[in-house]
């Protein structure tokens, strides 16, 4: 019963590298997205697909970028990485727009 | 736009009862959630409530929803220590798009 599955769990990048966290889920769930949880802060949400081939802009899209090739997974991609983008970056899924959210375990990124 | 309020800490003793309260701003959402927070783990989903009802019981969990006050509460009954964590109140974003919109958390510290 894997669920939401994102690695990896942890990374340290340097100022300027660029990298991909992935998230896959096995629920056969349209609705996919990407949150980044900072302290002290609630969840803040950076892209989000409705489906396979269809992705869109959260509250904080810059510096990220997303695709949706396939129902099953939705990677996220730091292009070059920046020191404000150290975060615990989480993956979600849902059946549906606006039906019950289930997590992943998140990815802890240092970027130095 | 749509925000969600909740106090930051909470500190009860072992078998009190706890309360964690929230207010949202967008009446238009479906689905209202609760989720938990382990120090260094995922988001659990501990309940949800929809938007047409006013309570829901679950165990040791009872929701409440006041929707002309916009205020969703979470009490725990008999409260352990492990149910020290941090507590998130999230709301459905209005509209199409179904998204969630999480407060900044409440830290339930539980003292023996």
């Known amino acids: 019963n894997a669920g939401v599955t994102q690695t990896p769990k942890f990374q340290v990048l340097k100022t300027g590298q660029s990298m991909t966290l992935q998230c896959a889920q096995d629920?056969?769930?349209?609705?996919m997205s990407w949150y980044r949880q900072d302290p002290g802060m609630g969840l803040r949400l950076i892209h989000y697909?409705?489906?396979?081939?269809?992705?869109d802009q959260g509250e904080v899209p810059n510096g990220y970028n997303v695709s949706r090739s396939t129902t099953e997974d939705f990677p996220l991609r730091l292009l070059s990485a920046a020191p404000s983008q150290t975060s615990v970056y989480f993956c979600?899924?849902?059946?549906?727009?606006?039906?019950?959210?289930?997590f992943g375990a998140g990815t802890r990124l240092s970027v130095l | 736009g749509e925000d969600v309020e909740q106090s930051l800490f909470l500190s009860v003793r072992e078998g009190d009862s706890s309360v964690i309260n929230c207010t949202y701003t967008?009446?238009?959402?479906?689905?209202l959630y609760w989720y938990k927070q382990e120090p260094g783990a995922g988001l659990q989903l501990l309940t949800y409530?929809?938007?047409?009802?006013d309570m829901k019981q679950d165990q040791r969990l009872t929701v409440l929803l006041n929707k002309k006050d916009k205020h969703l509460s979470l009490r725990i009954a008999d409260t352990q220590t492990g149910d020290s964590a941090i507590y998130f109140c999230?709301?459905?974003?209005?509209?199409?798009?179904?998204?969630?919109?999480f407060g900044k958390g409440t830290k339930l510290s539980v003292k023996p």
């Open positions: 967008d009446s238009s959402s479906t689905y």
């Open positions: 409530i929809f938007s047409n009802m």
């Open positions: 629920m056969n769930h349209e609705y």
């Open positions: 999230a709301e459905t974003q209005g509209g199409s798009q179904g998204n969630l919109i």
């Open positions: 697909s409705v489906g396979a081939g269809i992705t």
């Open positions: 979600a899924s849902s059946y549906s727009q606006g039906s019950i959210q289930y």
